[in-house]
């Protein structure tokens, strides 16, 4: 008896959930006779007849299509909007199926009587022949062929030249305005729906006389271009952009005309422009104004039906509504119905059953691989048919090739793998799936926050924690300016460290009479001395010289080297820093004429280059240096800079220092109240010639220099100081974090760092995506580091500078690299100068990441577009790209009506919050783990069968605030939607729970459900903490 009871429930569900279904196939089926959207789709269909990969089970001959649409004349009754009035226990489906043609045509019915109505309130004058009109096209259901479709040009006062397809794609809006019906146009990325949507209101504008007032909803990053647009290609219509401050938009609704439902040519303004979360906060401002035409460009923000956002904007008073998505589908079915139910409320109304439809049946195809009902998917695409147009690129432009995608797979280096396995050792595997199979919302917090706590590991270890500037203590005081602005253009930075120990010296002691070496009357011994063993005793003194060389003395040589007995007189006298000087001038002038005008043809001719006495001058000439400069390839390079190659081979020159001092500190003060005594000790301790010698010269120096027309072969010799043996030494004690040992701490750096190298030598031009701003703000001092120019775009852009950050990438062509946000930058803009995407993370969404890579690939691309993906190999990573392509397999089935496809999805009809705790847990867990979590559920899915349902979950889970899981995902990314007005768009933050109450109490061996600081985090990932 029970299992009777069970078989005619599920009969009266299955008609129940049939009725329904039905009603909205009637619907579309006539709606599609009108707006055509099947030959419109077509175009990819070659002149050969033969249909692209993508022609849906909806594209094939009549005959093939198992229900039987109504196509003779009959009688439709009353509108059934109460369940109970039917019989579905009934064998006999007659009566359902013409409550399901009642509904339908009321529904059309209303659409109709919709548009009728706002027409009606336009002018009262015109109102009777526009009844007349509309009753004379009264639609007769039983005869869709009689609903007349009109071909509609382009309008002129569009300054563009539209494609073929997008003139198809305006009459299809068009016959959908007409109807007073809702649309969603889903074109690919890339093909125009905006500029299709610009064209509808030019045609409502120079046809119907219908100047708006338009709204156009749209993301904060496609703001700016929308109003380019418009103005661009119809410069006749008025742009109203509303944002900014509360004050400033109030004074913008002052032009907001509320007395009349139709603009005209000379309204204040004809489209306006805005955010959905500026919708939102002034949505009573909105409601009052009626509108003609509301477009929502990425209608994917409005994907869940519980959302403000949504529920805002079905409030609207609007004649028509048009989304615009290249992504219908994201994640799941139930955000396509939230579009369908957004378009047709009354059509596609919250019905469980239908829902339960729409997404069970749909992703629970996938999960047992098996081949999908084609009559199921058949009777779908009926339904979306009507409501919704989607072209794909390689079949509408044929000039735009294919993109390239190549996953490129990294490993993870030394210290990532400890902070990795440190992190895997901290997760109890019996405690994982627990929490899999019975998880609420604390425990899905807790499992993203490990999630993210992965992710970081894999983008870089300097997430968790930077490497900090070391230097030894320093004992001495510096001196700081006031104010650099004042300073004017060169700074000059005087010596000023000091020691904090002062020695005061008496003044008779610094000064001259207190000194052993300065003669004076209380010393006279001093110049004696200075006489005695400075001239008398002096070798080098001059007629010593004279008299030893014209004998067989020491100074002998000196007619062999051409030098006089003043030359060595003067160099004996000279300091060392005098004699460095006069050695620096001799540079080796004759060795370059030599290397740059020798020919072997006239030896005789170059022999001049070389004096005579010169050849006998072996130390001091040195004629290699030169050639080792001009030589730079094979074996006479190698020969000529062996010391140099020896030094590099043997490593010698990136020797780190073995030994840094704990404290430094200059030498004690000496202080004397003698200003005398002072100026002597500044000039022994700061000798300027010394000073201007060792270091480069300043620039207003130089710029005199030049100014006084002295001969360059004249000016002082400067720059003498060497550069330190090591490449790790340093002139300071200041130890900086290496730059080299940022890039090798992350195996994707690595593997980004030479991938950049290769894409500059080949000229190309690349989008960097990011899901973490801190990420961003690394990749900054990488860039920087290896001095390419870039540019940045994520949530913390402010609105104003987003359009020309756009526009300097577009029109620079030095810029090389553009940072984004894969969220802030993967909206609506243009940045087709680029010829490759680059992702540095991917998302578990891949539709995010198709809007992204999309944004080189569309429209105005002239070069063939390569994505690349970094994935580090053997972690979490994998799964979450193994996840992503599950997903894409949805997609196609839905959008595509491939049924069957090769890859398994993991769907299954439990709720949406214990797939996404599920979905977390896998990403966590290895193989055997994986094996475990599904055990586990099978077990509870058993257990809860034989209870006779299914276990009620907390009472409070229901009122919880829902977390979404791709706010969740994309912790520590800019949000550049601005979804709460509250929102850091750097935050960085770990996302945690939203449940209210006390923690819960951490499992032994387990995690704990508290969220850890990052000190905590940090102690757990250097196993400091148990």
């Known amino acids: 008896a029970k299992r009777a009871e069970a078989e005619r429930e599920a009969n009266r569900q299955k008609r129940k959930l049939n009725f329904l279904i039905s009603q909205t196939e009637l619907y579309s089926h006539f709606i599609g006779k009108k707006v055509k959207t099947d030959e419109i789709e077509k175009q990819g269909v070659d002149g050969n007849g033969v249909t692209p990969s993508g022609q849906t089970l909806k594209d094939k001959p009549d005959a093939e299509h198992k229900v039987s649409l109504p196509d003779s004349a009959g009688k439709v009754g009353t509108r059934v909007t109460n369940f109970d009035d039917l019989d579905f226990d009934a064998e ?197 104004v009626k509108w003609q035409y509301m477009i929502l460009d990425e209608a994917q923000a409005i994907k869940s039906a519980q959302s403000s956002r949504w529920k805002s904007l079905l409030g609207f008073h609007c004649r028509n509504r048009l989304l615009l998505t290249g992504t219908p589908i994201q994640n799941n079915m139930q955000e396509l119905w939230a579009l369908l139910h957004f378009i047709m409320p009354s059509l596609f109304d919250s019905h469980d059953e239908f829902s339960e439809w729409f997404s069970k049946d749909i992703e629970n195809h996938a999960q047992s691989n098996t081949k999908l009902n084609e009559d199921q998917l058949r009777r779908l695409h009926m339904i979306l048919k009507p409501f919704m147009l989607r072209r794909i690129k390689k079949h509408v432009q044929k000039e735009l090739g294919d993109k390239i995608e190549e996953d490129v797979y990294c490993d993870l280096t030394y210290r990532q793998r400890a902070y990795y396995t440190n992190l895997r050792n901290k997760i109890s595997i019996l405690d994982l799936i627990e929490k899999a199979a019975v998880g609420d919302d604390q425990d899905t917090a807790t499992l993203m926050n490990l999630v993210m706590q992965f992710r970081k590991v894999c983008n870089h270890p300097d997430l968790f924690e930077r490497a900090d500037i070391w230097s030894p203590l320093s004992m001495s005081t510096f001196a700081e300016t006031a104010s650099f602005m004042r300073e004017g253009n060169f700074v000059h930075v005087a010596y000023s460290v000091r020691n904090a120990i002062e020695c005061w010296m008496p003044a008779m002691l610094m000064e001259g009479e207190g000194r052993l070496d300065v003669a004076g009357p209380e010393n006279q011994k001093a110049g004696w001395r200075k006489k005695i063993m400075g001239t008398d005793l002096n070798i080098w003194d001059e007629r010593h010289i004279q008299q030893s060389a014209k004998t067989n003395g020491a100074f002998s040589w000196l007619r062999f080297v051409d030098r006089s007995a003043t030359d060595l007189t003067s160099t004996a006298q000279k300091t060392l820093a005098e004699r460095l000087v006069d050695f620096a001038k001799q540079d080796d002038r004759l060795g370059r004429l030599k290397v740059a005008y020798d020919d072997d043809n006239d030896e005789q001719e170059n022999a001049g280059y070389t004096p005579v006495h010169a050849m006998l001058n072996i130390v001091g000439r040195n004629d290699r240096k030169p050639l080792a400069e001009v030589t730079q390839n094979g074996c006479l390079n190698s020969l000529l800079n062996i010391s140099r190659n020896a030094m590099e081979r043997e490593g010698y020159n990136v020797i780190e220092t073995c030994y840094l001092p704990k404290a430094s500190a200059p030498p004690i003060e000496l202080v004397c109240p003698s200003p005398r005594a002072m100026q002597e000790r500044d000039d022994a301790f700061f000798n300027v010639p010394v000073r201007r010698t060792l270091y480069p010269i300043n620039t207003p120096t130089e710029a005199a220099l030049l100014q006084s027309k002295l001969p360059v072969e004249k000016h002082p010799v400067t720059n003498l100081l060497p550069q330190p043996a090591s490449q790790k030494q340093r002139y300071t004690q200041i130890q900086v974090p290496s730059m080299r040992r940022f890039v090798t701490d992350s195996g994707k750096l690595a593997r980004l760092d030479q991938l950049l190298r290769q894409l500059k030598e080949g000229g190309h031009r690349v989008l960097l995506y990011f899901q973490m701003t801190r990420m961003i703000d690394l990749m900054e001092e990488y860039l920087t580091y290896r001095n390419y120019k870039y540019c940045r775009l994520d949530g913390s852009t402010k609105l104003e500078d987003r359009r020309d950050t756009v526009a300097s990438f577009q029109s620079d062509p030095s810029i090389f690299v553009f940072l984004l946000s894969t969220r802030a930058g993967g909206l609506g803009i243009n940045l087709t100068s680029a010829d490759t995407v680059i992702f540095y993370d991917s998302d578990w969404n891949p539709t995010i990441d198709s809007q992204a890579m999309d944004r080189a690939h569309r429209l105005g691309q002239t070069r063939q577009v390569t994505v690349y993906r970094l994935i580090t190999r053997g972690t979490i990573e994998e799964r979450i790209r193994k996840r992503a392509l599950q997903k894409e397999e949805v997609q196609r089935v839905v959008i595509s009506g491939q049924a069957g496809g090769g890859n398994v999805v993991d769907f299954n009809n439990r709720s949406r919050e214990n797939n996404r705790t599920k979905e977390m847990a896998m990403w966590l867990a290895d193989d055997d783990q994986a094996a475990a979590i599904e055990r586990r559920e099978n077990e509870l899915a058993e257990e809860e069968a034989k209870a006779g349902g299914k276990k009620k979950r907390k009472a409070a889970a229901a009122k919880k605030k829902e977390v979404s899981m791709d706010d969740m995902y994309h912790e520590g990314e800019g949000k550049f939607e601005d979804n709460n007005a509250s929102h850091d768009p750097s935050g960085a933050a770990t996302p945690t729970s939203n449940a209210e109450g006390p923690p819960a109490k951490k499992k032994k061996g387990g995690l704990s459900k508290k969220a850890k600081t990052v000190k905590q985090r940090l102690a757990v990932i250097d196993g400091e903490v148990g």
């Open 92 to 288: 006999d489906e007659s009566a359902l199926h013409e409550a399901a043609m009642a509904n339908a045509q009321h529904a059309i019915q209303e659409a109709q009587d919709r548009a009728r109505a706002f027409d009606r309130k336009e002018d009262a004058d015109e109102m009777t022949d526009a009844q007349d009109n509309l009753d004379d096209g009264e639609l007769n259901f039983q005869n869709p062929t009689s609903l007349q479709s009109m071909d509609v040009e382009q309008p002129k006062m569009l300054t563009c030249q539209l494609k073929e397809y997008q003139i198809k794609g305006l009459n299809w809006l068009v016959n959908l305005y007409e109807q007073g019906i809702n649309g969603i146009l889903a074109d690919e990325m890339g093909l125009g729906k905006t500029v299709q949507s610009i064209s509808v209101m030019a045609y409502l504008a120079e046809v119907h006389d219908i100047w708006g007032p338009f709204l156009v909803i749209a993301p904060n990053s496609t703001l700016h271009n929308w109003q380019q647009e418009i103005t661009k290609f119809v410069p006749n219509i008025k742009v109203l952009p509303y944002w900014g401050s509360a004050k400033d938009r109030k004074i913008l609704r002052k032009f907001w005309d509320r007395k009349h439902i139709t603009y005209n040519k000379d309204s204040p303004f004809h489209v306006l422009v805005t955010s959905y979360q500026l919708v939102v906060q002034d949505t009573p401002y909105f409601q009052k």
